[in-house]
């Protein structure tokens, strides 16, 4: 089943250095920059039918992030790639790292919420969440 991750916290709180780490379960991944993911028609031009996770980093902006949401919650990607005929391929798992509020994003459908940040001690931080409820007082550390 095709999962959406968003994974919020400020600026080197470790959204993709988590990320990467969850990148390492999947065949294919495939990094992008919200910049990249912008420049229509060429979209997703990095993408083919191969890919198994998109991992979007940097997403800011809140009226970019539901546009972005509504591309990756379809069922198939429109993928247009220069000089190549125009395809749609299945989409895969999507992770969404962004700097806004899990409470800014609370009003949307996600499947997954994750908050990252730093302790005093410099150890990253992450805690599951959804619709800015927090489901674990647990904390994961990794140092």
């Given at each position: 089943?095709?999962?959406?991750?968003?994974?919020?916290?400020?600026?080197?709180?470790?959204?993709?250095?988590?990320?990467?780490?969850?990148?390492?379960?999947?065949?294919?991944?495939?990094?992008?920059?919200?910049?990249?993911?912008?420049?229509?028609?060429?979209?997703?031009?990095?993408i083919?039918?191969?890919?198994?996770?998109?991992?979007?980093?940097?997403?800011?902006?809140?009226?970019?992030?539901?546009?972005?949401?509504?591309?990756?919650?379809?069922?198939?990607l429109f993928?247009?790639?220069?000089?190549?005929?125009?395809?749609?391929?299945?989409?895969?798992?999507?992770?969404?790292?962004?700097?806004?509020?899990?409470?800014?994003?609370?009003?949307?459908?996600?499947?997954?919420?994750?908050?990252?940040?730093?302790?005093?001690?410099?150890?990253?931080i992450?805690?599951?969440?959804?619709?800015?409820?927090?489901?674990?007082?647990?904390?994961?550390?990794?140092?």
């Open positions: 089943m095709r999962k959406i991750t968003v994974i919020t916290g400020p600026a080197n709180s470790g959204k993709t250095f988590l990320s990467k780490n969850i990148s390492l379960n999947y065949e294919n991944p495939i990094f992008v920059n919200e910049r990249s993911t912008r420049k229509e028609p060429f979209r997703f031009s990095t083919d039918s191969t890919v198994d996770l998109i991992i979007i980093d940097d997403v800011n902006n809140l009226d970019f992030f539901r546009k972005l949401q509504d591309l990756v919650n379809s069922k198939t993928i247009k790639k220069i000089g190549i005929e125009e395809f749609h391929t299945p989409t895969p798992n999507v992770i969404i790292n962004t700097s806004l509020e899990p409470s800014e994003l609370s009003s949307m459908y996600l499947y997954n919420v994750l908050s990252c940040w730093r302790n005093a001690n410099g150890h990253f992450f805690k599951k969440v959804q619709d800015s409820i927090i489901e674990k007082d647990q904390d994961s550390i990794i140092k």
